[in-house]
């Protein structure tokens, strides 16, 4: 009977013991005499519960948390401000044993020419890396995700990656562009995405927006290193980093989703959580009930993807580190937030704090998708809101102006649609610096619009990079790209990929329409990059009618120019007021377009005649 029951009672006592496992360490490095000390570590893995960590000398482990199933730990790591970069491993331990908790002090990187910043100096382009240009064929169908890759079917990846992207920055340097905005990098799934179909196909999460891992940059596009390889040579180049990152919510394959570190991580459960309601009204709504707020705050996007609860504080703490994470390890300049309003403004307001308290440079551009600008500017930093709350947000995008742009030079509504779209900008703290666009990943391509004309895509194209703000531009708009709704408004740019039959990153590739369009483009960015007033001048209007529109950009001691537009089939003469420019008499201006030719102001006045379907820049 003895000899039975030893090893049975063997068995029980080894499956008790259950050593601790680590698999993750949420961040994994971090700095000395940072603005953010202690931080708190996350750590995932296995039987942590009840575990006591201990920290390298000098350092100070605290504040120990472990969820109940004992697969996630917090500790606040507090670092001496004088510790050296390298390795700085904690230890875990609990009754049944010990384990390396991986972790590092990193080197901090040179302030000088990183972290800063953008605004309406800049023109801002925006890559989804995964369309632009392959320059890697070797991670297109990566070990870890492999038969995600298929160029034949728009929603899997097709190729583009960081690569692609640094041997473009000649490229892009030559259209004026400073700024370099890219769709998520996070680690996304690395199987087809079952729970988002289209016609019942399973796609992949090739856009970025499903991460599955905050500290990882998806291995289609690269890894950490080429990432900061392409922020170091875009800074070379003269070039911003702007990244796109997602506080509102998770992919639906993320860990956290199946195993939370807290019960509260996330707005409710894949079993049972609301669907967004899309109600963007509700939140601004001084009248509106919690209740009323609550679906559009706390459900899920498309009713699949995990929405996060920054009200939870660990969450929030998270959340603030890994932003000021990817700042510290990149050196990039600006983030673009995505789905901004469906987040407590509260919390925004204690995100940006941390940024601005370590990178006070540093800008935030806020996604407040709403056409009607009293509720756009609601976000912008500058006031309190009825909440008691400023949001802390720089700037948003200009939506109103965008749909402004599309009734007008696609719809044909009145030119003066445009003048009262700018005068709603009181609403807002500073309009001066709102992003302006006429294309984006999310809407139709301008040319996939019913009646959409390249000479209307020109005519937005000479507002955006003339008009107040910080101007953007969508990759392949500079070429009038076609492409419907999402996903074809994403479509491969021409020549990013070996054997494409055309490369029309050079002028032998694109055709003549191309062409037109893209020289417009070019000669416009390149103009801002070397007219003041074009950036930095006051906007006043001069003229609006419904076919003609024009405005001056008056910038005192450096300037002024004179944008004027025709929408109409036939030339059209118009006879401003010159004073407001402040240009001296017989001033000579010349269309820097080419198409008005010049014109000369007299006793104060300005006769101009702008083409058909044309705009001009008058400058001096």
């Known amino acids: 009977m003895v000899r039975c029951l030893l090893p049975l009672s ?20 971090w700095w000395a005499d940072h603005s953010i000390n202690p931080v708190r570590l996350l750590v995932r893995g296995e039987n942590l519960a009840g575990a006591r960590v201990a920290a390298p000398r000098g350092f100070k482990a605290g504040a120990i948390k472990t969820n109940a199933a004992g697969t996630y730990l917090f500790v606040d790591l507090t670092i001496p401000k004088a510790a050296k970069a390298g390795a700085a491993p904690l230890q875990l331990t609990t009754v049944d044993g010990a384990v390396e908790v991986p972790f590092s002090i990193a080197a901090p990187l040179p302030r000088q020419g990183r972290f800063q910043g953008f605004g309406p100096d800049d023109l801002i382009y925006l890559i989804m890396p995964d369309r632009f240009a392959n320059g890697d064929p070797s991670n297109d169908d990566p070990p870890v995700s492999k038969g995600l890759l298929d160029r034949g079917k728009a929603r899997y990846y097709h190729g583009g990656d960081l690569q692609g992207i640094i041997d473009r920055l000649p490229y892009l340097k030559s259209l004026g562009v400073t700024a370099l905005w890219m769709n998520p ?34 291995e289609h596009f690269g890894d950490l290193a080429k990432l900061r390889e392409l922020v170091e040579k875009a800074h070379a180049a003269g070039i911003k980093v702007i990244q796109d990152q997602v506080a509102n919510h998770t992919g639906p394959y993320h860990p956290w989703v199946k195993d939370s570190p807290t019960p509260t991580w996330f707005n409710g459960t894949q079993a049972k959580h609301l669907s967004n309601a899309w109600q963007i009204w509700t939140l ?22 995990p929405d996060l609860n920054q009200d939870d504080p660990e969450t929030a703490r998270y959340l603030i580190q890994n932003t000021l994470w990817w700042i510290g390890v990149t050196g990039m300049d600006g983030i673009r937030q995505d789905t901004l309003p469906y987040v407590p403004r509260k919390f925004w307001r204690d995100w940006m704090a941390a940024i601005k308290k370590e990178y006070p440079s540093f800008k935030v551009v806020g996604e407040m998708w709403d056409f009607d600008a009293a509720l756009v500017s609601f976000f912008q930093t500058g006031r309190t809101q009825y909440d008691g709350v400023d949001s802390g947000i720089d700037t948003l995008f200009d939506f109103p102006l965008y749909d402004a742009l599309r009734r007008v030079f696609v719809r044909g509504e009145s030119m003066r649609t445009l003048a009262r779209s700018f005068s709603r900008d009181p609403l807002y703290p500073n309009p001066g610096v709102l992003v302006t666009f006429f294309g984006s990943h999310d809407v139709p391509r301008w040319m996939g619009e019913r009646g959409a004309t390249r000479e209307g895509l020109k005519l937005a194209a000479t507002l955006v990079l003339t008009a107040r703000g910080t101007a953007m531009l969508y990759y392949g708009d500079e070429i009038a790209l076609a492409g419907g709704n999402d996903p074809d408004n994403r479509r491969d740019f021409p020549g990013g990929w070996p054997g494409d039959a055309r490369n029309a990153f050079e002028a032998a590739g694109r055709s003549a329409a191309e062409q037109d369009v893209f020289a417009h ?31 001056a950009r008056v910038a005192p001691g450096k300037g002024s120019a004179v944008i004027a537009f025709n929408s109409g089939d036939t030339a059209a003469t118009i006879d401003l007021d010159a004073t407001p420019a402040k240009f001296a008499a017989g001033t000579v201006l010349t269309d820097a377009l080419g198409a008005a030719g010049r014109a000369t102001v007299a006793a104060g006045r300005l006769r101009i005649t702008v083409p058909a379907k044309a705009s001009a820049v008058f400058v001096p």
Do not use: C
């Open 284 to 305: 601004m709504d001084p009248y509106a009930s919690a209740e009323l707020r609550r679906a559009t705050l706390d459900g899920w996007f498309i009713d699949i993807l």
């Open 10 to 29: 063997l068995t029980i006592f080894s499956l008790a013991a259950a050593p601790p496992k680590v698999t993750k360490v949420e961040p994994p490095n």
């Open 521 to 551: 483009i070019r000669t416009l960015g390149q103009l801002r990059l070397k007219t003041e007033a074009l950036r930095r001048g006051a906007m006043i209007h001069l003229h609006a009618e419904d076919k003609t529109y024009a405005y």
């Open 185 to 218: 990098w996070y680690e996304n799934n690395n199987r087809l995405n079952e729970r988002e179909t289209y016609d019942g196909k399973a796609i992949t999460d090739y856009h970025g927006y499903g991460a599955t891992d905050f500290y990882a940059v998806e």
